[in-house]
C-alpha cells in the first residue's frame, strides 16, 4: 500500500525520505534492544533463578501485547487446531530458548550467549539439508554453513583444545539457537494459512508460553524471599522491551521494507551483545571472540542467499 501511494505521489519526497528515516531508526532500536536482551538476561540472573527471570520476561512481554490487542481490538485465535499448534510454536521460539539462553549465561559471558544466538541461520541451514525445510541448499549456502561453524569454532578456541570454554553453558546456548529455526518451520508448515493476524498468533503464543513457564517454574525453583531491585528491572525491561515491543517493531518493519531487509538484525545483535558486555559488565574479550564472530555472521549471511 505505501508503495502504491508512494508512486502515485512521487513530488512527496520529503515524506518519503521521512519514513525511511523512520524505518532506520526503528531498525537500530530494534537491534539496540534485542543486542541488550543478553546483558539483561545476566543481570536479571544475579538476582533471580533462570526459570523465574524467563516467566518475568514472558509475562511482561505478553502484558504489552495484550494491551495493544485491546487498543486494536484483535481477537485472540480460535479453534483447538491452531492452539494446539501455537502451543508447540510456543515452546519452541519462546519457553525453551529463552529458558536456556537464562541457564546459560550463569555459566557463561552474555558476549558468548550472543554470538551463539547468531548461529540460528546457520542451524536453519543445517536442517534444509536433511529435508526438514522448503528452501533448497546451493553450493553458496552450503559453503556458507561450513564457513558459520568455523566462526563458532573460532569463537570457542578449538585450536587449544576449548580451554577456558564452558562446556554446558555454550552447549545451552546453542540448543536454544537451534530451536528458533525448528520453530520457525513448524510455524510456517502448520500456522501459516491460519487465517489469524501476526498480532493475534504472537499474542496467543506468549500466552502460552507464560503459562508454560508458570507450571514449570514452581516444580524446579522456590519462591524468592526478597526482590532485588536491580534484576528486577532487567526482567521488566527484558520482558517489555525485549520481547513486547521488539516482537511489534518487527513485525512493522517486515510490513514496511520486507523480510529480507529486516532479518538483517540478526547481524548487528551478537556486535551490541559483545559491546554490551565488554563496557558495561566487564566481560572479558579475546581476539578470537571478535574474529570468530565476524566470521559467524559471514557465514550466516552467505546461508540466506537465495537462487535468482
Not at 502504491?4 to 532506520?24: E, F, G, I
Not at 546456548?173 to 498480532?199: E, K
Not at 571478535?290 to 557465514?299: E, R
Request: aromatic letters at 8%; proline letters at 6%.
Amino acid at each position: 500500500m505505501t508503495t502504491a501511494v508512494t508512486t502515485r505521489t512521487p513530488v512527496r519526497t520529503p515524506a518519503r525520505s521521512r519514513r525511511r528515516l523512520d524505518w532506520r531508526l526503528r531498525f537500530a532500536a530494534l537491534s539496540l534492544v534485542w543486542g541488550f536482551s543478553f546483558l539483561l538476561i545476566k543481570v536479571g540472573t544475579e538476582g533471580y533463578a533462570p526459570f523465574q527471570v524467563t516467566l518475568g520476561r514472558l509475562l511482561f512481554g505478553t502484558a504489552v501485547l495484550a494491551a495493544v490487542m485491546v487498543v486494536k481490538r484483535e481477537r485472540l485465535p480460535r479453534g483447538a487446531h491452531t492452539w494446539g499448534h501455537l502451543t508447540v510454536a510456543a515452546l519452541l521460539l519462546n519457553a525453551l530458548p529463552f529458558s536456556l539462553f537464562a541457564y546459560a549465561e550463569l555459566t557463561i559471558p552474555s558476549t558468548l550467549a550472543g554470538i551463539c544466538n547468531a548461529t540460528s541461520p546457520l542451524w536453519g541451514m543445517a536442517l534444509s539439508l536433511v529435508a526438514l525445510s522448503e528452501d533448497r541448499p546451493t553450493r553458496v549456502r552450503v559453503a556458507g554453513l561450513g564457513l558459520g561453524f568455523l566462526g563458532v569454532l573460532t569463537v570457542l578456541g578449538a585450536w587449544q583444545g576449548f580451554n577456558g570454554v564452558e562446556p554446558t553453558g555454550t552447549a545451552l546456548a546453542l540448543l536454544a539457537s537451534l530451536s528458533y529455526p525448528i520453530g520457525w518451520i513448524y510455524v510456517r508448515r502448520t500456522l501459516a494459512s491460519s487465517g489469524d493476524s501476526h498480532l493475534s498468533l504472537t499474542g496467543a503464543q506468549l500466552l502460552l508460553a507464560t503459562l508454560q513457564l508458570a507450571v514449570v517454574t514452581p516444580l524446579f525453583t522456590a519462591a524468592p524471599d526478597r526482590f532485588p531491585l536491580v534484576p528486577l528491572l532487567a526482567v521488566v525491561a527484558l520482558g517489555a522491551l525485549g520481547t513486547g515491543l521488539a516482537v511489534l517493531v518487527q513485525y512493522g518493519l517486515v510490513a514496511e521494507v520486507g523480510p529480507t531487509t529486516a532479518q538483517m538484525v540478526t547481524y548487528f545483535i551478537p556486535v551490541i551483545a559483545t559491546a554490551a558486555g565488554v563496557a558495561i559488565l566487564g566481560e572479558s574479550l579475546t581476539w578470537s571472540t571478535p574474529v570468530g564472530a565476524a566470521i559467524v555472521l559471514a557465514g550466516a549471511a552467505l546461508t540466506q542467499v537465495r537462487r535468482s
